[in-house]
């Protein structure tokens, strides 16, 4: 592992941590799908790491270790889904400890986080990540236990400073998690601005393929807290399939190239749609007026992911006009895989959403970004 420590990431990415078979010199791993591990005739498992696959999957070794070296991590679990992944962190804080969370971060999840501290006896305040003492006023020193931030965040691209966030979790005594789900560790690496764990649905740009439900948790230190998150997934179960994670790490050789085209060509949409007529606003922190660009220029580096939001004059009815005509652009929910979709979120969210009615949220794909501009070009006629 030593010499692969001065290798790219981009390198590590595309050969699956130079990975070869050591008994066939096959160079794509194996899918492993036994559910239970033998042991010798003196009771002695063959591999101290596998017992019973609720536990353990040799399977999800890759995938693990190569998301562990992106996001330079000490440890790295795969999950069943994003959503599986960030409860595991839910479920191993006590009774009575405190969370914060943005206002505007992935609705299913704060859904969930305001429904379960409520059942389980866990307070939690959300705050307005545009606001400049947002987190610091929402935070309770020495109740504040698990601060969770998304950075950018969903579906408005409000950029949320992590290094800032850190400091102000740590004096609290509360431990910093990022969704960094939309960011990749293409673009940031939350671990290295002082994030305890990154959080990823690992469905989205990580597999990138729209195949694929899964989620990881990266950890900086391997300390009691993450001995819990482990528990929770081995006793809970919630764990990918090993097809699952077989898939994933082929998805991710290409996690690189696909986040940097699909960066590089919202950039282009973001710019080209800026001073449309029937557009009042371009959510995107590549724009240079975006209020969070600054920000995301100390903590993105080589492009602002392919996520953007819309704006659109003349209000829902007319955000929903221009998503019926979209020819290219598919509708549906989800992001970070290689075709292009569009969402009305507050179709989708109903009515206590805080997302405007007038939004439309474009996940960019790596298509020709000709076809992309053409075709909301006509759907905004
Ligand atoms: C999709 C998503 C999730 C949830 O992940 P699943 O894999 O769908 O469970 C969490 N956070 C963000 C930012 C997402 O986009």
Redesign the pocket.
């Known amino acids: 592992m030593d010499k692969k420590k001065h290798l790219a990431p981009e390198t590590l990415a595309a050969q699956a941590l130079h990975y070869i078979d050591a008994s066939t010199g096959a160079i794509v791993p194996p899918i492993q799908p036994s559910t239970t591990f033998a042991r010798d005739a003196n009771y002695a498992l063959f591999s101290a790491d596998h017992s019973y696959g609720r536990d353990e999957n040799p399977s999800f070794l890759t995938a693990e270790r190569l998301i562990s070296e992106l996001e330079g991590a000490e440890e790295t679990l795969l999950f069943?889904?994003?959503?599986?992944?960030?409860m595991s962190v839910v479920q191993s804080l006590k009774a009575g400890d405190h969370i914060v969370a943005p206002r505007i971060?992935?609705w299913?999840?704060r859904n969930w986080l305001l429904k379960f501290c409520d059942s389980w006896d866990l307070k939690i305040d959300l705050f307005d990540a545009t606001a400049s003492n947002g987190l610091a006023n929402a935070i309770k020193p020495g109740q504040t236990r698990l601060v969770w931030i998304?950075t950018p965040?969903?579906p408005t691209w409000d950029v949320i400073d992590i290094a800032a966030s850190a400091a102000i979790a740590h004096d609290a005594g509360a431990r910093l998690v990022v969704?960094s789900?939309?960011a990749t560790p293409v673009l940031t690496r939350p671990i290295e601005h002082g994030a305890d764990i990154v959080?990823?649905?690992?469905?989205?740009y990580l597999n990138g393929h729209g195949d694929v439900?899964?989620?990881a948790l990266a950890t900086a230190t391997k300390d009691a807290f993450w001995e819990k998150v482990c528990e929770v997934r081995s006793h809970g179960g919630a764990i990918a399939g090993a097809f699952e994670a077989w898939l994933l790490q082929r998805g991710m050789r290409t996690l690189f190239l696909r986040v940097r085209q699909a960066s590089a060509s919202a950039l282009t949409i973001a710019q080209h749609f800026s001073r449309h007529p029937k557009i009042n606003a371009v959510l995107y922190p590549g724009l240079t007026g975006h209020p969070g660009h600054d920000a995301a220029k100390r903590q993105m580096k080589g492009g602002y992911s392919g996520m953007l939001s819309f704006r659109v004059n003349g209000g829902e009815a007319e955000a929903l006009a221009v998503a019926r005509k979209c020819q290219v652009f598919v509708r549906a929910t989800?992001?970070?895989g290689v075709e292009s979709l569009i969402e009305h979120r507050y179709s989708i969210e109903g009515a206590t959403s805080p997302v405007p009615k007038d939004l439309l949220r474009l996940s960019v794909g790596i298509e020709a970004v000709e076809d992309l501009i053409a075709d909301l070009e006509q759907a905004l006629a």
Do not use: F, P, R
């Not at 069943?80 to 960030?86: D, E, L, Y």
């Not at 959080?199 to 989205?204: D, P, V, Y």
């Open positions: 069943s889904s994003g959503m599986a992944a960030a971060m992935y299913g999840l998304e965040c969903n969704d789900t939309v959080m990823h649905s690992a469905t989205k439900i899964a989620g989800s992001l970070g």
